[in-house]
Structures are given as structure tokens and as C-alpha cells.
């Protein structure tokens, strides 16, 4: 599709947008890291997933000419996954909260997830771009339906869920903010390559800034020769974005995990060698599922099976130990006494 966000993706530097200065956050600057960020250690080509959270946005004034705009953000994350080109957009504003009477002026944002995680193939690229949304403006509602899509894109889970309708939101982000109520105020877009990356947060800011007088504590940007005497900017536009290694694949995300991990639990709780067969199969189910998802990085597999299977190991070995009980306890605990014939039955 010719113009909008799309040619904003691609030719950033040619965009309307105001002049404007990306800083790299000191990593020592960097307070209080929330659950969205990592240890802060590098993302490894193929072996890492990574994330993309939008920590914290702000306009200089909520009145302009007499009229209340609310901030928004647009954040859009360009990688390869299982095989494709992707583009994940998210929108990070107001239609967030469920409030019934609205949000209040100065409500905050703060470390969003808006991307991933997702295996790290050795390049992404992140847009992020704030604008100004006029309050109560018809353009609201479209912008509404987009925040909820948004969410859906596989965000926080399984990559592979959501990237279908990737595609159509995106359309629909350009349609709502191509609206002459929505006004761009700034933005950034910056590859990010190597077989390494590094954990970053980073600040776009419309002036330029020493980076060392930078502080990101809990999500918020902050400004100051110290960590105990910085404070929010004032009156400046700015949007704060990292990009976190993910060291640990979580299996509970992916939709087949949970029912196929139930079966090893069962089997591997039933201390007799027809079970420990079934366990033994089931286990290579395991491997084999997590060796073929595109959401868990080639060179993870073994960590990760290993992971998992000592778990059905130590299941088994407690209900072996429980088998070996002497019949005086069996008979001191009746209701245990029951649990094991009804083990042995099975």
C-alpha cells in the first residue's frame, strides 16, 4: 500500500515528523527493572527471544489552542519468524484501561509490552512514533477497536497465533491515525543486528541531551546529575523504549504444552514399568514439539527439553519412594493406604 504508515516503516527519515534525538539509557541508569525486562545480558543469534516494551511516553502539554489531547503510541517491530518476514504493531494509549468514565490527564503508561517475546534471528527493527489524539473525537472509537486487535497479535504468548491478522491491523492503524485529529509529534525507527544484542533501553527526545543525566527508574524517564535527584522531564515530549533478551523459553505460553505436560504428570506419577514406558513415549512427543515450534530458538531445544524432563524424572522418583513405604505407615494412613491401591489398580 502506497504512502502512510507503511512508507513511514520503510523511509523513516523522510517522514513529516520534527527533528528528534535518540539516547542510549546508561545500562547502569537503568532502576528497578520490572517483570518485562531481562537480567540484562545479550541476546544470542538463535538461542534467545526477545521483547520489545514501550517503558514510558509523554506529551509537553495535554492543551493545544484551547483543545485536550491524550498521548499515544504506535510501535511496530520488524523480525523474521519461522522462515516469514514480520511486522507486529501495537498501540499503547488509553483504550488500554477499561475505564467507564475515562481516563484521567495524567494517567501513565509505563513498561508495556508491545512486542514478543520471539526468537532472536540475528536483526529487528523498531518504529515507535507518539502522537497527539484529540479526547472525545470520533476517531477514538476506530482507535478503540485497533488497541484491542493490537492485543491479539501475539503479544505476550505464542508468536505463531497471532501474526495472520499482523497484516490487516496494521492497515487499520494507518486508516485511524491518518486522521487530521491525530497529530504526529515525534518519532524514531532503529535496526537493532549481530549475533549478539545487547539488552537497551533508549529515549527519543525532541532536544538533544547528555545521555549520562538520563535515568529510567521503574519504567519512568527521569532527568538528573543522580539517581536520587533526577525527576520526571518537564514540558517535553519524549516516548522510552527497550529491547530485552528473554533467557528462558516459557513453555506455559504455547497452546500445546499444557495438555501434552498433564499426560507426563499422570504417567510419570504411576510408579510401574508399563507407565514409565508411556512416560518414555510421551516424553518424546515433548522433544519433538518443541524441537519443531518456531516460537522456541533452534539452539534452545536441549536446555529447554532437559528442563522438563528431569521435572518427569523427579515426579517419578517421588512416586517410586512412595511406593517403597513399609505397610505399617500404609496402615497408620488410611487415606494413604487408598492412594497407593488405587495407583497399583492402575
Known amino acids: 500500500m502506497p504512502g502512510g504508515i507503511h512508507d513511514a516503516i520503510q523511509n523513516f527519515g523522510r517522514s513529516q515528523l520534527p527533528v528528534c534525538h535518540r539516547l542510549r539509557i546508561p545500562d547502569g541508569h537503568v532502576l528497578g527493572?520490572?517483570?518485562?525486562?531481562g537480567d540484562g545480558g545479550p541476546a544470542v543469534k538463535d538461542r534467545h527471544r526477545v521483547r520489545v516494551t514501550v517503558n514510558d511516553m509523554r506529551l509537553a502539554?495535554?492543551?493545544?489552542?484551547?483543545?485536550t489531547y491524550d498521548p499515544i503510541v504506535l510501535a511496530v517491530t520488524e523480525f523474521v519468524f519461522d522462515g516469514a518476514a514480520c511486522r507486529v504493531p501495537f498501540v499503547v494509549g488509553s483504550s488500554m484501561v477499561n475505564a467507564e468514565h475515562g481516563t484521567p490527564r495524567t494517567?501513565?503508561?509505563?513498561?508495556t509490552l508491545v512486542a514478543g517475546p520471539f526468537p532472536y534471528t540475528g536483526r529487528i527493527a523498531v518504529t515507535v512514533i507518539l502522537y497527539r489524539l484529540l479526547r472525545d473525537d470520533y476517531v477514538r472509537a476506530a482507535?478503540?477497536?485497533?488497541?484491542?486487535i493490537c492485543s491479539a497479535v501475539g503479544v505476550g504468548g505464542?508468536?505463531?497465533?497471532?501474526?495472520?491478522?499482523?497484516?490487516?491491523?496494521?492497515?487499520?492503524?494507518?486508516?485511524?491515525?491518518g486522521h487530521k485529529q491525530v497529530q504526529p509529534v515525534l518519532g524514531e525507527r532503529i535496526e537493532l543486528h549481530g549475533d549478539q544484542l545487547p539488552s537497551a533501553s533508549f529515549a527519543v527526545l525532541p532536544d538533544s541531551e547528555l545521555a549520562d543525566r538520563l535515568w529510567?527508574?521503574?519504567?519512568?524517564?527521569?532527568?538528573?546529575?543522580?539517581?536520587a535527584s533526577a525527576k520526571p522531564p518537564a514540558k517535553t515530549d519524549y516516548i522510552v523504549f527497550s529491547v530485552d533478551a528473554e533467557p528462558l523459553v516459557d513453555l506455559k505460553s504455547l497452546p500445546w504444552f499444557t495438555p501434552l505436560w498433564n499426560r507426563i504428570v499422570r504417567w510419570a506419577g504411576i510408579p510401574n514399568e508399563d507407565a514409565r514406558s508411556v512416560t518414555r513415549n510421551y516424553l518424546a512427543a515433548l522433544y519433538e514439539e518443541i524441537a519443531t515450534s518456531p516460537d522456541v530458538p533452534p539452539d534452545a531445544v536441549d536446555d529447554v527439553y532437559a528442563r522438563w524432563a528431569q521435572r518427569?524424572?523427579?515426579i517419578r522418583e517421588r512416586a517410586q519412594g512412595i511406593e517403597r513405604w513399609d505397610s505399617t505407615r500404609r496402615e497408620a494412613d488410611p487415606l494413604l493406604a487408598r492412594a497407593l491401591h488405587i495407583r497399583s489398580a492402575s
Open 216 to 227: 529510567l527508574d521503574g519504567g519512568m524517564l527521569k532527568k538528573g546529575d543522580t539517581a
Open 107 to 111: 494517567m501513565r503508561y509505563t513498561d
Open 61 to 67: 502539554s495535554d492543551q493545544v489552542l484551547g483543545k
Open 158 to 177: 505464542p508468536m505463531s497465533t497471532g501474526l495472520g491478522i499482523a497484516n490487516g491491523v496494521l492497515d487499520a492503524v494507518e486508516a485511524a491515525l
Open 312 to 314: 518427569a524424572t523427579t
Open 33 to 37: 527493572a520490572g517483570p518485562e525486562n
Open 143 to 148: 482507535l478503540d477497536a485497533v488497541q484491542k
